[in-house]
């Protein structure tokens, strides 16, 4: 016959024809249990009802039977699911706000800060742009080398990222002025820019003001978006305008935010964010599934399958307090059939 320790579970095959008397006592070497064994008749005539005179069981003994036909027939219901979601749903959800949550901090900080860093670097590009135009213009100007000083305007208005730049002399009148690209200007603009030269109308816009030797601000110039800085020239000659594009800084700005470098460190966090999801459900939503099975089973009355202790360390304790009340109830139950 097998036996089965009930504290460490081993199994022993015992020879039941060396029982001699109703019941017989040992030792598991594995645990150190002690071990009640019956003879197979003494426990087939205790499992037995007793019969009356015609044969049937009594009426009392079979109401102490309970019964378990309908848990086991029924299964599921008999023991409903829970209601709610799934710790995975909760895990997800936990991972999706902390995703929001980065974005949310980048794109608050981009806001707050990058306009001001973008403000800070035009101006400090335009004001060098425009004292070294004032500079290199200074001594042509009063030798009246216009000459020169339209050679180097043209030359200014060629660098990247400048939408003009002129020479107004202490008359207010225009003595050199060119423009980049007037064909990223509205159509009227270029073509009263092209029929009547540089307007001395934009540079209204922004003016020195007396004791100032630069003034720089954002003027609109033929429907773009125009960061001008104006200088004034040493000895009286007059003023430089320097006008930058301010789209083409936001652009520069955007291209690097909105990159395939952009892009490939969100896909990394979203590819590390999914790892950990699997690793989170895996090791939490496995073993509860387990115990949960082995909970189900015990219910129904199989007291022999353990659960297994696996997972986190709170999953592993919950594991072996479980199986430590399933022993439990084992031994109670086989107490209780002697």
Known sequence: MLVICEDCGKKFNIDETRIKRKRAKFTCNECGHIVVVEKPEVAENKSLPAKDAAGHATDQQEASMPDTSSVTQKGKAAFPKGKGLPISVYILLTLVAG????????????????????????????????????????????????????????????LPGVAYAAVINDRGIVVAGFFSDLSRFDKSFEARVKEKGMPVDVFSQNKLSSGTDHVSARISVGGQVIYDEVASIPDGGGEVHVGIYVSDVDRAIRDVLISPLTFS???????VGFVVFLFLTRSITRPMQELTDVA???????????GRSRGPREMRNLAIAFERMRRSIKAAMERLSQ
């Open 265 to 271: 460190v969100l896909g990394g966090i979203l590819v």
């Open 99 to 158: 995703f929001l949550m980065v974005c949310g901090a980048f794109g608050y900080l981009y806001f707050k800060y990058i306009p001001e860093i973008i403000n800070t670097q035009i101006e400090l590009r335009t004001t060098a742009i425009t004292e070294s135009f004032s500079g290199v213009i200074h001594k042509p100007l009063l030798l009246r080398n216009y000459l020169q000083v339209n050679k180097e305007a043209k030359r200014v208005s060629k």
């Open 296 to 306: 189900n089973r015990i219910s129904l009355g199989d007291m022999n399958l353990a």
